[in-house]
C-alpha cells in the first residue's frame, strides 16, 4: 500500500498558476503508474492526468492538454500537477492516485488502488 498526501491546492485568479504536489509513503512507489483526478461539487469525479514509472509518457483529458503538466520525481516519491492557465471551470477537490498497473494508462478511477486525501483549487472568475 502507498500513503499519498496531496498539497498546493488554494484560490487563484482565472489565467493563473498553481503546482499540487503529491507526497508518497511506501518502497513501491517509483513502480506504479500515477494519476490526478478531480471532482467538483455535484459531479463525478474525473481523470485529469497520468503518468508511468519513469515519467517518460503522459496522459491527459482534452481540455486540460497544453495547460496542465504531470511530472514525477521518483527519487522524492512526489509526482507533481503543474496547472497553468485556470479556469473557473477548473475548480475541484483535486486527487492523486496510485494505479493498480505499472505500465497501463488508465483514466478509469476503478483502476487506481490508493488515493489522498484531496486539496481544494478554487479558480475565480
Known amino acids: 500500500q502507498v500513503q499519498l498526501v496531496e498539497s498546493g491546492g488554494g484560490l487563484v485568479q482565472a489565467g493563473g498558476s498553481l503546482r499540487l504536489s503529491c507526497a508518497a509513503s511506501?518502497?513501491?512507489?517509483?513502480?506504479?503508474?500515477m494519476g490526478w483526478f478531480r471532482q467538483a461539487p455535484g459531479k463525478e469525479r474525473e481523470f485529469v492526468a497520468a503518468?508511468?514509472?519513469?515519467?517518460?509518457?503522459?496522459y491527459y483529458r482534452d481540455s486540460v492538454k497544453g495547460r496542465f503538466t504531470i511530472s514525477r520525481d521518483n527519487a522524492k516519491n512526489t509526482v507533481y500537477l503543474h496547472m497553468n492557465s485556470l479556469k473557473p471551470e477548473d475548480t475541484a477537490v483535486y486527487y492523486c492516485?496510485?494505479?493498480?498497473?505499472?505500465?497501463?494508462?488508465?483514466?478509469?478511477?476503478?483502476?487506481?488502488?490508493?488515493w489522498g486525501q484531496g486539496t481544494q483549487v478554487t479558480v475565480s472568475s
Open positions: 492516485a496510485r494505479s493498480n498497473y505499472i505500465t497501463t494508462m488508465t483514466m478509469s478511477a476503478d483502476e487506481y488502488g490508493d
Open positions: 503518468i508511468n514509472w519513469s515519467g517518460a509518457n503522459t
Open positions: 511506501g518502497r513501491t512507489f517509483s513502480t506504479y503508474v
